[in-house]
């Protein structure tokens, strides 16, 4: 097979009931648009039978590259592995669960080939999520996009197309705590937005329920902004600022003979609240240490089990 054009990547985590009607409408799509292409489904530790129907399908047709991990290493890491194993001068990430329609690859590709670098897939609507999800999701990007030192796009996932210069810069970024939106952006090159209809997720569950978009958007937070310091140093300014205040209030109700601050409910609470800025601001503190901690310890990123070539011998 010859080295292809356009690599669509694809993370597998517990997807069985998606991965074949995912194949079939991503050799359709690319099939019409008449160039090279492959698909790298990487497996991030599955245990529904996700692993054997990949392999199926790359025994049945060679644009199929199968990257299979030795255990579940997180959505993010699975897309950095899919675009090191990567070959084609322009590289699609895409969710496996169908809720970006593989038929607006097309439209990114025109996009690229007027000489865009990074096109991005904003949603302009999105079906079959509850208003608690549209909700959260709005109110992340645009937190983001206020406090983060790069100009995040709004309402925009992983789905996008980047050429292969860019590719070959976020695959030099090995951090592991990875917000690959972000990366994408903060490298730079000629970007650009497609409106698309994000549809209803084709079977199965979400992989992203509140606790780990939590930790994603934490992730995103961290790596691109210290707005979190900061505004620990603000509280701190603030009860500060407020202490000094209050004293010569509390000197004048004491000389008038006042029983407002007599007994130890003020000072309890006084001492609480001081204490829960305290604690918050160490929690803030420690997040950015636990981060210096993992990216010192220098391990690999993920583990492969089977790569592509395992499949070509």
């Known amino acids: 097979m010859a080295i292809p054009v356009f ?57 199929v590259r199968p990257v299979i991990f030795a255990r579940n290493f997180g959505h993010q890491v699975a897309v950095t592995a899919g675009l090191d194993f990567s070959r084609g001068q322009a590289v699609v990430m895409i969710d496996s669960d169908l809720q970006d329609p593989p038929e607006v690859i097309p439209d990114l590709i025109a996009r690229w080939r007027e000489g865009y670098e990074v096109v991005y897939a904003v949603r302009a609507e999105r079906e079959g999520e509850t208003w608690f999800k549209l909700f959260t999701a709005k109110l ?14 709004l309402d925009t996932g992983d789905f996008r197309l980047i050429d292969r210069k860019v ?10 705590h990875r917000f690959l ?15 698309y209809k994000r549809a209803a997720r084709f079977t199965g569950e979400t992989k992203y329920p509140l606790r780990k978009m939590t930790r994603f ?21 603030l009860s500060a600022g407020i202490s000094i205040l209050a004293i010569p209030v509390v000197v004048i109700l004491r000389l008038t003979g006042s ?18 800025v305290q604690l918050i601001s160490l929690g803030i503190l420690g997040e950015y240490i636990g981060r210096l901690f993992e990216e010192a310890k220098g391990r690999p990123l993920y583990i492969v089990r089977e790569s592509p070539e395992d499949f070509q011998k």
């Open 7 to 63: 690599s669509v990547i694809a993370p597998i985590y517990n997807e069985s009931g998606n991965i074949s009607e995912l194949y079939r409408r991503v050799s359709e799509t690319m099939n019409a648009v008449g160039e090279e292409w492959e698909v790298i489904f990487v497996d991030d530790g599955s245990s529904d039978g996700s692993t054997d129907i990949i392999r199926q399908l790359a025994q049945n047709d060679p644009h």
């Open 181 to 195: 939106r972000g990366m994408s952006v903060w490298v730079g090159f000629r970007q650009i937005g497609v409106p």
């Open 167 to 176: 590719v070959n810069v976020l695959n030099q970024m090995r951090e592991h």
């Open 140 to 153: 992340f990007y645009r937190v983001i996009y206020k406090i983060t030192e790069v100009d995040i796009p």
């Open 259 to 276: 029983q407002a601050f007599f007994g130890q409910a003020t000072t309890l609470i006084a001492v609480l609240f001081l204490g829960g």
């Open 217 to 237: 958007a934490s992730d995103a937070i961290t790596s691109f902004s210290y707005f979190p310091l900061q505004l620990a140093t603000y509280i701190g300014f």
